[in-house]
């Protein structure tokens, strides 16, 4: 299993271009994802995670290419139409994107 988190705020955005240090939110993202590795670990699973930068859609897109997965499994914010229309919505953008099957779960 790979988990995936895009990190999107200006830092991660443009990390590469402006050589700039890893923020605050994406060290807070980089623990978040160690904490649920770890518990995922500790259930049996194998599990690697990675830290994304940049547009949540193209990045996950990317990572799913460059990994080879068989399934993308999302959750989503359960937005309603005029904030997807204004927001743009990553799931949309993604099971759009990709050949392989995208599974959308709600955040709770």
Known sequence: MLLVHVADGFAARNFDQLKLRE???MKIDRDYLDRLRRDLEARG???DTR????DPATELVKVSEE?????IAMSTHGHR?????L???TADKVRHMVK???LL????
């Not at 830290?51 to 940049?54: D, H, I, K, N, S």
């Not at 139409?81 to 229309?85: E, I, N, S």
């Not at 779960?105 to 709770?108: G, I, K, S, V």
């Open 23 to 25: 923020s605050e939110e």
């Open 45 to 47: 699973l194998q599990v």
């Open 51 to 54: 830290l994304a930068m940049g």
């Open 67 to 71: 990994v080879g997965v068989d399934l």
């Open 81 to 85: 139409f005029v904030k997807d229309v």
């Open 87 to 89: 927001l743009g919505a």
């Open 100 to 102: 392989v099957p995208v």
């Open 105 to 108: 779960l709600r955040a709770q």
